[in-house]
């Protein structure tokens, strides 16, 4: 039995279709960039911290970075809460964090700009819990 041309060439755009199709698909299916992602059933430790403003209260609303020391790049982002707290899990084991506040167009109440006095390095060893503390400081005008 022979098939008509229209068919044939229908029958042969459609296996090559699903041939395309397949490629794009399969290795995006094995590549696991989630596997990367901390699990909550993974060990973690926890940088847990306070944002002190220039009068030695907590700050609320700051934008709190963190990155591993050979990176450029923050890998995490958290902001301070009511109380000028911040958490963030981070993988347990032997790593050292950098810890920073992003203070862009942050001002006190009397228009004064914010400046942190010091990035806090942090160094974690197994699954525990470091607390830091981020002490802002103020531009004089």
């Known amino acids: 039995m022979v098939l008509p041309a229209h068919l044939t060439s229908f029958c042969l755009l459609i296996v090559f279709f699903f041939a395309i199709l397949g490629l794009l698909i399969l290795p995006a299916a094995h590549a696991s960039p989630a596997s990367k992602k901390l699990k909550p059933t993974d060990p973690y430790a926890i940088i ?8 030695n209260r907590a700050v609320y609303g700051i934008t709190v970075k963190i990155r591993r020391v050979p ?3 923050p890998k995490w982002q958290v902001s301070s809460d009511h109380s000028g707290e911040f958490a963030q899990r981070v993988p347990a084991g032997a790593a ?3 810890v920073w506040a992003d203070l862009k167009g942050v001002k006190t109440t009397y228009g004064y700009a914010l400046h942190l006095a010091e990035e806090v390095p942090v160094h974690v060893e197994y699954d525990e819990r470091v607390d830091i503390g981020l002490h802002l400081v103020r531009e004089t005008k």
Do not use: I, Q, R
């Open 71 to 73: 990176d450029k790049k």
């Open 96 to 98: 050292d964090y950098v």
């Open 48 to 55: 847990f911290g306070t944002v002190w403003g220039p009068d």
